[in-house]
């Protein structure tokens, strides 16, 4: 107990004796401190290692029996919430200890029980215990005092230590779009979530999982289903016993027994988290949300938990450098994991993150998420990162220092560093330099309602947090995991939502399409967007007040009345910039039937007067010939006038017309008179003959 930090009782009377430690002392003063791992430490050989262990069992009185029984019963190991149970018939635990080298590790039989591990949080849990020498601990290892033990089930002690071991909560979302890799580029065929589409998730491993309350059995979805309005209801649930297409979103989820989510960041640490569930959401709008829920229960430490957020959220470089040999070495060094590991048991799925000198043509989402995703729907699919590097995270933690500090007395939470960094996910050093942009950063983002009570929640544009103590964990964790985490689906969906249209419409813009095609496929975005608006897009999700005010922090941070707004104004745009399109071919339609009007009139207003009774163009070649040439002569000059924009041109032009029609019918005129004399002489001539 209190004496676990002092010197070993050994080097102790060496000092007195003023003697030096030889190899073997050293052996033994490293496994009377902290067994195994001390002696470790020190560099001691496995072969070192094992003789010393064995040497103490031995003197223990532990019998060539009691180490048979021992391995024995450790294939009888169970894991709950990441911690290793042994019951043992022993009396001494060290044969079971030395053979079985996973931590944390909890041993007990009907009389002892003893934890080895990291044993921070239970000296914190037990401390009464411990003043009452009803407990005892050293260096990695707790346990009771069997007087103690009488008098409690350890039943009960074993439930409580693996539940006060849990230490944090992290969910990761990756959103993402999804276009179907087919011929046809219209919307509809590209993004429709039908059958066929159900179809390649199940090959892919995936099922869709149909809400029934009744069916759930478990209080906490009950009252996260109660929790929201009815419209909202019917877009997070999947209510249908089966597939349907049409519906706002799908539910999917893959099934494992253990998984992992493993991060190694370089030059530092790794990371193992308990995986405890993965699932798919997809929406009507074209994106989806990869979902991975983890648990930690080894790492308590700030530091640990920023690490494991900010290297832990990435799918791929957020920049490279030319400078190194490994181009994603700097990002590596900053923010990005050295590699990322998931396994489901069955698969197991890893990105390393290595690019070398290479860059790529596109970004490159990592294996690690498309590898969930499965091969059959990335291969059917085009699956991009809707927003950026980095996925959404929802994480709830306890830190009963950092809680202490950002409790006392004032707004003390906008100046704290630590809250800001845990908040806007800063693993190095806080990414606001200027004491006054972070106190309104963090005023905006932070929601203190039951900070009294020990708990501060925050939200910003890629985080959804909850800093709390171990007396939250019965209330405020099953809100993160359920309750909130629902909120931030929604938040999420919304964003990537308005990202989607917003790339869509810059497509459209950009597309050299028909007018009647590209008018289509602006009417097809329309609808789209109006089931988002009435579907998606809620100003209200609940009638709770924390939720109305949490939701409220989240809508003015990602400013998504502006951004409705202006997506609103992009979609009115493009309309008028069709329907400018549709009245320029009218009017240029119009133009032409004018210019045929303009070019014919002069032609047809002769033709009428040569047809009219004035002339008789029976008996004159001459005259039809006179008349067709000046008419096409006519139509020319018309033509003339309707495309020269020179006002001097037409004048000419038009001067030119009037001559030539005025010329015409003179000279017309002219040849038939002088026929009609010409016949007139010719039938007197005839008379005086007779």
Known sequence: NDF?????????????????????????????VGHIEAMKCIGATEREIKCIRQE?????????????????????????????????SLNSFSPIVDNYDKRPLLVYSKESLTYYGDITFLKEKYNKQIEKNEA?????????????????????????????????YHSFMFPFSFDKNTEKNNLKDRINVDSSFNETLESSGWQYKHFKLSEVNDTRVYNEYSYYLKPVRETLYNLNKSFKSGETSYYYTKKFEVATYSIDILNKKKYILKLTDVYLRLFETGIGILVLEMENYDHRELQDILNINEFGRRVYPQFLDNLCSNYSQKTKETFLANYIDVNLGEESFSEDFNYGKRIPNEIEVGKHILGVLGKTFVEKYTIKPILD?????????ENESLMSSLQQSGETYME?????????????????QNSQM????????TYPRWLGFGTLWGVTRYSFMALSTSGGRGLILPHTQFIYHQMAILILALQASLARFSNEISTLSNLDLEDNELEERVQELYEYYIKFVNRLHFRVLTH????????????????????????????????????MKAERRRNQRLERISELGAIFLPPTLLASIYGSNIFDFNTSAFSMIIGLVSILIVATLGFGVIKFKSKV??????????????????VIGQKVENSQKHLEVKKVIKEEKQ
Request: net charge negative; proline share 1%.
């Open 438 to 445: 972070q106190k309104e950063l963090t005023s905006l983002s």
């Open 416 to 432: 704290n560093e630590d809250w800001y960094r845990y908040l806007f996910v800063d693993a190095g050093a806080k990414t606001v």
């Open 136 to 168: 005892y601990h050293g260096r990695g290892y707790f346990g009771f005092d069997g007087e103690y033990l009488k008098g409690c089930p350890f039943q009960k002690i074993v439930e409580d230590i693996i539940q006060s071991h849990f230490v944090s």
């Open 389 to 397: 590097d980095r996925m959404f995270l929802v994480c709830y933690s």
């Open 544 to 579: 709770q007040d924390q939720g109305i005010e949490l939701y409220e922090i989240a809508r003015k941070i990602s400013k998504f009345d502006k951004e409705i707004k202006d997506l609103d104004e992009e979609i009115s745009e493009l309309h008028t910039y069709i329907e």
């Open 649 to 666: 041109v037409k004048g000419l032009l038009g001067f030119s017309l009037i001559g030539v029609m005025g010329g015409s019918v003179s």
């Open 4 to 32: 676990s930090d002092n010197d070993a009782s050994l080097l102790q009377v060496l000092q007195l004796l003023n003697k030096e430690a030889s190899h073997e002392d050293k052996l033994v003063i490293a496994n009377d």
């Open 56 to 88: 103490e069992r031995v003197i223990a009185g532990v019998s060539q029996e009691d180490e048979v029984k021992a391995l024995e019963e450790i294939k009888t190991v169970e894991v709950q919430n990441g911690v290793h149970i042994i019951k043992t």
